[in-house]
Antibody, heavy 122, light 107 residues
Framework: EVRLVESGGGLVQPGGSLRLSCAASGFTFSSYAMNWVRQAPGKGLEWVSTISGSGGGTYYADSVKGRFTFSRDNSKNTLYLQMNSLRADDTAVYYC???????????????WGQGTLVTVSS | DIQMTQSPSSLSTSVGDRVTITCRASQGISNYLAWYQQKPGKVPNLLIYAASTLQSGVPSRFSGSGSGTDFTLTISSLQPEDVATYYCQKYNSAPLTFGPGTKVDIK
């Protein structure tokens, strides 16, 4: 059974930093692209970033480009999202999601974690 | 970037009714279109991918169609457990944009 468990969320001041983690189990982790999706309170889903199975390719939404860094440690089956220069509009539940196939794109998200809440406020 | 729109933004209808939700891409995306269901307070769940392929375990009352720029999600007979917000998503290339969502309620 695929399991994705996010951690690291919390309250941070504007301009601050936070690192989210997502621990994965139940599948061959290094074979799948992984993703972060966020959802602001009462709002819709927003794709944040995608990383290839090897970690060699990363892609970002314009809203986070240059501020967020997505990485993975395939030896630990763990994803990381380093978030810097945080703003109030980064406040959201952050989900990690697994791609359904080995390709980086052209694969929907077939498993999602429970999410971790990031609140950016003074 | 390709924009995704959905209509309607919300609907309220009776149990047993047929529900149709439309998703439109601003440029062609072939069939790289997924539909997700998010029940209140829950995590999104993949319903349909490749525009019309039902994800394993999803009830057969859900179906999808379309290709290129215009797509449809249909619930053939709405059930109380289908109360949720439904999102389409393009996944051919970055950015992997979601539509704004359609909230489905029971009248």
């Amino acid at each position: 059974e695929v399991r994705l468990v996010e951690s690291g969320g919390g309250l941070v001041q504007p301009g601050g930093s936070l690192r989210l983690s997502c621990a994965a189990s139940g599948f061959t982790f290094s074979s799948y692209a992984m993703n972060w999706v966020r959802q602001a309170p009462g709002k819709g889903l927003e794709w944040v970033s995608t990383i290839s199975g090897s970690g060699g390719g990363t892609y970002y939404a314009d809203s986070v480009k240059g501020r967020f860094t997505f990485s993975r440690d395939n030896s630990k089956n763990t994803l990381y999202l380093q978030m810097n220069s945080l703003r109030a509009d980064d406040t959201a539940v952050y989900y990690c999601a697994k791609g359904s196939a080995a390709t980086t794109f052209r694969t929907p998200f077939d498993s999602w974690g429970q999410g971790t809440l990031v609140t950016v406020s003074s | 970037d390709i924009q995704m729109t959905q209509s309607p933004s919300s609907l309220s209808t009776s149990v047993g009714d047929r529900v149709t939700i439309t998703c439109r891409a601003s440029q062609g995306i072939s069939n790289y279109l997924a539909w997700y269901q998010q029940k209140p307070g829950k995590v999104p769940n993949l319903l349909i991918y490749a525009a019309s392929t039902l994800q394993s375990g999803v009830p057969s009352r859900f179906s999808g169609s379309g290709s290129g720029t215009d797509f449809t999600l249909t619930i053939s007979s709405l059930q109380p457990e289908d109360v949720a917000t439904y999102y389409c998503q393009k996944y051919n290339s970055a950015p992997l944009t979601f539509g704004p969502g359609t909230k489905v309620d029971i009248k």
